[in-house]
């Protein structure tokens, strides 16, 4: 069983993902989705998911625990030296939700104890312990006295992209962007435009999702450190993902008001090999607005995270907002944490969703 995380509010769109790579999800909650699937699944979805945040591997058949000996019992009997290196340090994260045990802190010592007592056995090999390596990560949910137990297949989130070396001010995470551009359903045909696009986060991925470029053809995963890793076949994924990526072009458009991220961007998308689908246009959103897309305004998909913040002044915002909120004849998704912007977006012809990005609460309009 695997528990995939995702941003607040967005396990629909990571549903829709998985639907895609022939994965059904079982059950779905705001943050996350479980499907019904093992280990090498998990080698597949960290390299080609483009929405999740982390993915974790159940490692225990769900059991009752009440008091801090039926925790210590229960994960003593789970498969430790499969996923846990000898040489490998452990952290624990543990959740717990209307039951019993109740004190996070004496339930992560009692799982690490009955981890490590398992793991460590001889005196000597508790010694071979490499700082260097990154800890093998268990993350334990009791809820209801249920007690299932995970291992963190990924690593770090997901969402940090290996293209992105530096940001603008307020970007967007990686799998935020890559799900406005999945919410907005280009065509590929048509050109993509974010008329706001700061580091081109919203772009990279687009281009990255039109080129069928897998988010993570270069990072490491914790998988690689289990013992029961199989090298062969997740370089053979890695290997058939590299040879389907479409070499055709596609027309994104880019556009800033300021210039000062340019060389970055370039930089970063360059990283990601998109480098030679973008156009960048330096400009104001209304001049934009009135000189590249009024011709087609019809037949481009806009998908953009226009400025929220203070710097800017109030009837700023709302000229900047009310641009987007009148294109609607386009297909056009707009993400935004402005205040009044659920003024600007009227409900008759906009439809909403909430998100975060990261702890922030935010807004995306989809044009009905
Ligand atoms: C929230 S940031 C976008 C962040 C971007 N999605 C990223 O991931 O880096 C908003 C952007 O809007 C730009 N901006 C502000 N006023 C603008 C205007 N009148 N026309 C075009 N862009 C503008 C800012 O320079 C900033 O880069």
Redesign the pocket.
């Known amino acids: 069983m695997l528990l995939i995380t995702c941003p607040y509010g967005l396990s629909g769109i990571l549903n829709n993902e998985l639907k895609k790579m022939n994965f059904s999800s079982l059950e779905t909650f705001d943050t996350w989705t479980y499907v019904e699937k093992q280990l090498q699944d998990a080698y597949y979805l960290n390299l080609h998911s483009r929405i999740a945040n982390k993915i974790y591997l159940r490692l225990n058949t769900p059991s009752i625990c009440t008091n801090f000996d039926d925790l210590f019992d229960t994960t003593s009997e789970i498969d430790r030296s499969s996923y846990i290196g000898i040489w490998q340090w452990v952290s624990v994260k543990v959740h717990l939700r209307q039951s019993q045990i109740d004190s996070t802190k004496s339930s992560q010592s009692i799982i690490h104890k009955a981890i490590i007592s398992k793991l460590t056995w001889s005196k000597d090999d508790h010694w071979n312990i490499d700082e260097t390596k990154p800890s093998q990560q268990i993350y334990v949910i009791i809820n209801k006295n249920i007690c299932s137990i995970y291992i963190n297949t990924s690593w770090s989130s997901l969402h940090e992209r290996w293209y992105r070396h530096e940001?603008?001010?307020?970007?967007?995470k990686e799998n935020l962007?890559a799900a406005l551009v999945q919410i907005a359903n280009w065509n590929f045909k048509d050109p993509l435009i974010?008329?706001?696009?700061?580091?081109?986060?919203?772009c990279i991925e687009a281009a990255m999702i039109a080129k069928n470029i897998a988010p993570w053809l270069d990072r490491y995963f914790a998988f690689e450190d289990f013992p029961v890793y199989d090298k062969a076949i997740f370089e053979k994924m890695r290997s058939d993902a590299e040879s389907n990526i479409y070499s055709k072009k596609y027309t994104i458009i880019w556009?800033?008001?300021?210039e000062?991220?340019i060389e970055t961007?370039k930089k970063n998308a360059k990283n990601a090999w998109v480098a030679d689908d973008i156009i960048f246009k330096y400009?104001?959103?209304?001049d934009?607005a009135k000189r590249d897309l009024s011709l087609s305004w019809s037949s481009v998909t806009v998908v953009?995270?226009?400025?929220?913040?203070l710097r800017?002044d109030q009837e700023?915002l709302e000229?900047?907002h009310s641009t987007f909120a009148t294109s609607i004849n386009k297909k056009t998704v707009v993400?935004?944490?402005y205040s009044w912007s659920k003024k600007i977006f009227n409900y008759n012809t906009w439809s909403t969703k909430k998100t975060k990005n990261g702890s922030e609460e935010v807004n995306i309009y989809v044009s009905k």
Request: glycine letters at 4%; proline letters at 10%; aromatic letters at 12%.
């Open positions: 940001a603008w001010e307020a970007p967007v962007a974010d008329p706001c696009c700061g580091s081109w986060t919203i556009s800033d008001i300021d000062a991220m961007a400009g104001d959103i209304h934009h953009s995270n226009p400025p929220y913040w800017l700023d000229e900047i993400m935004t944490w």
